[in-house]
DNA sequence: GATGAATGAGTTTTCATTCAT
DNA sequence: GATGAATGAAAACTCATTCAT
């Protein structure tokens, strides 16, 4: 039946593409997106170079495909926050302390762009938009813990997060993220008086 | 202290050599290292392109002379430091928020070069060492400070402070810089108990 | 006659190869024959792009085969000839101005592969012939009507046709035929004293 | 002196310039322009691949450049032309020959880039002005010749013109292009009553 | 017959580097 | 020192063709 070849067709472009789309991914956080080729992309993943194009338009339309697939799956750390202020920071903390864990490499990857603007420009107003919901949920948390400053706090711990993700992006095996993540809780999600 | 760069750059202002690294300084930090051609180096420095050959090896050669520079800083950094513990600490993100704010391209061409391990190879021993001794001073300090757990404090603290440079380096025009700097002040340089 | 084509087109209307060879004919005569891909043709087709190769070896020979129909008119052209030299020359005028009327693309894509050399090679010796042919028959006709240098004349004549075609060709909606038409009839379709 | 090195990079530049135009020429002209590579010019002209990018932005800024100089020549046709009408139309199919014969590679690339509009578009206004040029010259002179119907003569006049081009192009060793040119002062260029 | 995934040779283009002057 | 013409290796991308199903 046509159905069955159908199906076939489908499997085989599924596995070959989640396969480029791995080695991309390795090698992209690994080298840098401007520092991988096509070719090594293509031998990583066991396939020609013309394949590539059967499914992406370009290198960087595969780049935004890779992009795209993790910014799905991060989409979900706003969803059940506890309604506790402490709590909520808390949760906050773990969410996307593990997010980093579970998705390393991603993480390494988008760290990366962020220095080459003109890659990211696609998604550049999705991560406007977070970062703003980040920060206005900060501010909110901050205030209902008496902070004087909601706001510029808000910021602060934001960017105690993005440093230490940057440090442990950068020897993932050596940092010990654990004990910086709980000293990040002792400090920021607390009563401020 | 950071005057010592600046005195050299003083003194080879007029020569081809500053005039080239100051332009690649900027193209590489506006560009990225790998977008910026020696031609367009050339042609910003006034210069031709084998002139460069002169003075460098190569366009990498060039990138390790730029940055070579920048590790002066962390040698006066640490000196002429206060005793006082708090003092220090203050003093501490003090002088590295005004390098950050004096040299804003240097940094953003060395944070932008953390992820393409390669071109940074040859300074890596000598990062990892600062590292360590900011480590170690900070973990001195803390503990002057009475924190229970000193050094996990102090990889907390540089990581906030390099979140916070991360943050401003992106877009040096609209973030509040000094507010989260005194915010930083107030939740890091404190007795502990 | 210019029938046995399209005889040959309603034979095959329905099938895969008339579906090829329609499309590819279009294509190729509004994006020329190298920017048209396999895989337009197919798409345009609707059938797939292996398809094409159970029934033409290559995509050169899937032109050719498109030019092999074309070649019939010529024959039936100098069928059916009136006796008279005047109304001979006239029924090729009418007979060659309807034929590129009603095969437009056909002949778009022969002119623009006029130039192409390598493509039409299997098809000079035919087409010499054809030339030789409608020469012979000009200066035949021209001397019947009393022209010194009959030959020379067929060739001007000739070329006056291409010419006018060429035009019509390159844009076929401004261009005044039927007008210029009358105005070839009027000077080559006479007596010459 | 400073003078004399520019001098000689002057040269330099214009002969590899002219080479490469040359060679570029000549195999468009040959082998049209879609089928004639940059490798192929490249070892035509005896000089590396890189170098023509010295000089042109593109593999169409080249035959930019190439087609711009053509008509730059081109240009004087219309000079000097006689006040005698039918010196007037000698005189312009005599010009017109003698250019085509002058620059046959040339009018051959140019012949076979009609049908590829997209490559013309930047020339296409020039064009179509020189056309109307000349068809509004043909439809004045054959008025003062008393044609009944001097813009539609001036057309099939043209029309004549590059068909028997069209035919010269195409086997310009066997064509008998003296004599239709002959004839075509006779048939076209004369009193009409 | 029919499909479309997969291939790989070929194309245009970029750019660090060399070298004759 | 200084120049910029010239090189060539490598990059992204295209597409006719093959072949397992």
Same mark, same amino acid.
């Given at each position: 039946?046509?159905?069955?070849?159908?199906?076939?067709?489908?499997?085989?472009?599924?596995?070959?593409?989640?396969?480029?789309?791995?080695?991309?991914?390795?090698?992209?956080?690994?080298?840098?997106?401007?520092?991988?080729?096509?070719?090594?992309? $293509?031998?990583?993943?066991?396939?020609?170079?013309?394949?590539? !194009?059967?499914? !992406?338009?370009?290198?960087? $339309?595969?780049?935004?495909?890779?992009?795209?697939?993790?910014?799905?799956?991060?989409?979900?750390?706003?969803?059940?926050?506890?309604?506790?202020?402490?709590?909520?920071?808390?949760?906050?903390?773990?969410?996307?302390?593990?997010?980093?864990?579970?998705?390393?490499?991603?993480?390494?990857?988008?760290?990366?762009?962020?220095?080459?603007?003109?890659?990211?420009?696609?998604?550049?107003?999705?991560?406007?938009?977070?970062?703003?919901?980040?920060?206005?949920?900060?501010?909110?948390?901050?205030?209902?813990?008496?902070?004087?400053?909601?706001?510029?706090?808000?910021?602060?711990?934001?960017?105690?997060?993005?440093?230490?993700?940057?440090?442990?992006?950068?020897?993932?095996?050596? !940092?010990?993220?654990?004990?910086?993540?709980?000293?990040?809780?002792?400090?920021?999600?607390?009563?401020?008086?």
């Amino acid at each position: 039946m046509a159905k069955k070849r159908q199906e076939r067709f489908e499997m085989l472009r599924e596995s070959s593409k989640a396969r480029i789309e791995k080695a991309a991914l390795e090698l992209f956080a690994h080298n840098g997106y401007g520092h991988t080729s096509i070719s090594k992309i $293509a031998a990583a993943a066991g396939i020609s170079k013309g394949l590539m !194009y059967n499914y !992406y338009d370009s290198k960087e $339309a595969l780049l935004q495909a890779i992009l795209q697939k993790g910014l799905d799956f991060g989409d979900s750390l706003l969803e059940g926050l506890p309604e506790d202020p402490k709590a909520l920071l808390v949760f906050v903390v773990e969410a996307s302390f593990q997010e980093v864990i579970n998705n390393l490499e991603f993480w390494k990857l988008l760290t990366s762009l962020t220095f080459q603007e003109d890659v990211l420009k696609t998604f550049a107003p999705q991560f406007e938009q977070k970062k703003k919901e980040f920060i206005q949920l900060g501010t909110f948390t901050f205030q209902q813990l008496g902070h004087p400053d909601p706001e510029m706090q808000a910021m602060l711990f934001g960017a105690a997060m993005d440093g230490v993700f940057l440090h442990y992006i950068l020897s993932p095996n050596d !940092y010990p993220l654990e004990e910086v993540k709980c000293l990040l809780i002792e400090n920021f999600c607390k009563k401020y008086k």
